[in-house]
């Protein structure tokens, strides 16, 4: 196990603890780590983000259909037009040059950070019971 | 996606956290294969993706037993400066 290793399992922990206190997903956490800590491009970054949070998401999300938490439709519609366009999006990003990629990603990072402030400041909703699950 | 789900479909917060994490699956798995099978060297770094998600699936477990005290909203606000600070940075040196 090199430190590099370490370190990924401190991010990993980290990106964990996040979404598992207040909610916001895996990847937000994974790619800057892997971009701004690990200096790895901003493709592979998105890539390996990706791959981390299959085996999380299949854990968390299998256990709440059991236990009936998830809107079964609700996530088929969702779920369906998101894998249109995650494979129209990935196609792209593969093809994208990785500074551009990282500076559309810095965008979306930025309107992601505001919805998050949103949610803290003006939802009085957000502090009752959204700490329950981590999402990615 | 969240968001999305609370004013659309109308979901509860803790039901649409649910429903996000079911609809991320086929989204994930989709994607994947793309990144890691394009032409030239994976997109995917396999080695780190195992070492993150040893350390997310105890962080995960952590924060939703722990870290159920903490003050949510002032976490909230920390994290998402620190997240616009990211995005600058990624915006002006990449």
Do not use: C
């Amino acid at each position: 196990m090199t430190l590099a290793d370490v370190l990924a399992v401190a991010g990993g922990l980290v990106a964990g603890l996040l979404s598992g206190a207040i909610g916001i997903g895996g990847g937000l956490v994974f790619v800057p780590i892997l971009t701004v800590g690990f200096r790895v491009a901003q493709t592979v970054a998105q890539g390996t983000s990706l791959a981390a949070i299959v085996p999380t998401a299949l854990v968390g999300g299998v256990t709440h259909l059991r236990q009936g938490n998830a809107s079964v439709q609700a996530a088929l519609w969702v779920g369906g037009g998101g894998l249109v366009g995650a494979i129209g999006g990935a196609i792209i990003a593969i093809h994208l040059e990785s500074l551009l990629l990282a500076r559309v990603f810095g965008v979306f990072y930025i309107a992601a950070a505001l919805l998050l402030l949103q949610r803290a400041l003006v939802d009085p909703k957000a502090h009752q019971d959204s700490s329950a699950t981590p999402t990615p | 996606m969240i968001p999305l789900l609370v004013l659309w479909t109308g979901l509860g917060q803790r039901q649409a956290n649910a429903t996000s994490l079911v609809a991320i699956i086929p989204i994930a798995i989709a994607a994947v294969p793309i990144y890691y099978f394009r032409q030239g060297a994976p997109d995917v770094d396999v080695r780190v993706a195992i070492f993150l998600i040893i350390g997310s699936m105890v962080g995960a477990y952590l924060g939703a037993r722990v870290l159920k005290r903490i003050p949510e909203r002032q976490l909230r606000i920390g994290v998402a400066v620190l997240m616009i600070l990211v995005g600058i940075k990624q915006v002006l040196v990449p």
